[in-house]
C-alpha cells in the first residue's frame, strides 16, 4: 500500500481551531512525511498559536483560513482546492491517533469495496466502551477519525453537495452521506460505513477549573444546537434528499424553531433555551 507510488496519496486532513495545547501531540502521532501520505493542517479562525506550532512540523502542509467553522473550512479544502486522493483521513486537532490507526483505515476501505467511509474508535473517556460497542452495532462515525474513500469524496464534489457552513460538526451528515451514498434516506445501507477496530484514538480528559466549566457549558449548547440541526438534516435527507441541503441551515430557522421544546430536566432545559436562543439570533429567509 504505501510503496504504491503511482497512485494517489493518501491524504491526511487535520482540522484545528485553536488547539495549540494539542495540535503538537496529534501531529506527532500521524505518519507525517511517510510515503503513500501526504498531511494537511486546516487551522481555521483561530487567535492561538495553532498554525505556528504545526509549522513546525516538517511534512504538514499547514493552510490558515481566517473564517472559522468546521464545515465550511471542509468544504474549501475538500470540495475547492484539495487535489484527488485514493483516501480522506480526517482527524480533529485535540484528539492523538494510536499507532497505525490511518494505514488500518485506509485498509477497511480496501477491503470493502462497497463502503464509502471507515470510523475509528474512542480509546478513553467514561463512556468509550459503550460508544465502541454503539458504533459497531450501528457503524457509527466520529468527527475525530475517519476516513473517505477518494471516490466518494470526488462524486461528492461532481455532484456539486456541500455541508451547510453553519453546521455544528461534520460527522452526523457526512456518515448518512456515505451510507445513503450521496441519495435520498431510502438508499440508507449500514454497510457502506465501516467501523474499524485497529483505528482508535485519545481525548484529553476534561479538568474541572472555572475555564474549563465555561468551556464545557460552551460545548454542551453547542451539543444542543447540533442536535436541532440533526432534525432538520434527517427531515431533508427524507423528503428531498441531499440536493435539498440548504447553503446554511440558519436558512431553515425560521421554520423549525417553533416545533423544538426544550427538555424538562433543568439542566437540559437551561442548555436547551440557550441554544435556541443563539439559534433565533441567526435566523435567516
Not at 63 to 70: C, N, S
Not at 148 to 154: A, D, K, P, Y
Not at 164 to 185: M, R, Y
Not at 240 to 268: I, K, N, S, V
Amino acid at each position: 500500500m504505501r510503496n504504491g507510488c503511482a497512485r494517489p496519496p493518501a491524504r491526511i486532513v487535520v482540522m484545528a481551531h485553536n488547539e495549540e495545547g494539542r495540535i503538537a501531540k496529534c501531529l506527532g502521532s500521524l505518519p507525517l512525511g511517510e510515503a503513500g501520505f501526504d498531511a494537511h493542517v486546516i487551522v481555521n479562525g483561530s487567535s492561538d498559536r495553532t498554525a505556528q506550532i504545526a509549522r513546525s512540523f516538517d511534512g504538514a502542509d499547514v493552510r490558515e483560513y481566517v473564517q472559522g467553522g468546521k464545515a465550511r473550512s471542509w468544504n474549501r479544502f475538500v470540495l475547492d482546492e484539495s487535489e484527488p486522493a485514493r483516501a480522506y483521513v480526517f482527524v480533529d486537532g485535540d484528539a492523538e491517533i494510536a499507532p497505525g490507526s490511518i494505514e488500518a483505515l485506509i485498509a477497511t476501505l480496501d477491503a470493502c469495496p462497497r463502503a464509502n467511509a471507515a470510523s475509528g474508535m474512542p480509546l478513553n473517556g467514561r463512556n468509550a466502551s459503550n460508544y465502541r460497542a454503539m458504533m459497531i452495532e450501528q457503524h457509527g462515525l466520529f468527527g475525530d477519525l475517519y476516513a473517505l474513500r477518494g471516490s466518494f469524496v470526488e462524486r461528492m464534489r461532481q455532484s456539486g453537495l456541500r455541508l451547510p457552513e453553519d453546521l455544528v460538526g461534520d460527522d452526523s451528515l457526512i456518515g448518512a452521506l456515505a451510507k445513503t451514498d450521496l441519495c435520498h434516506e431510502d438508499f440508507w445501507d449500514d454497510s457502506r460505513v465501516q467501523p474499524c477496530s485497529d483505528a482508535g484514538f485519545l481525548c484529553e480528559p476534561t479538568r474541572i477549573t472555572p475555564a474549563s466549566i465555561a468551556s464545557q457549558y460552551q460545548r454542551l449548547v453547542n451539543y444542543a444546537v447540533r442536535g436541532f440541526q440533526n432534525r432538520i438534516v434527517s427531515a431533508i435527507m427524507r423528503g428531498p434528499g441531499p440536493a435539498g441541503l440548504p447553503q446554511r441551515m440558519a436558512q431553515h430557522y425560521r421554520e423549525w424553531l417553533p416545533r423544538f421544546a426544550c427538555r424538562r430536566d433543568p439542566a437540559g432545559w437551561w442548555i436547551d433555551r440557550a441554544a435556541l436562543k443563539r439559534m433565533a439570533a441567526q435566523i435567516e429567509g
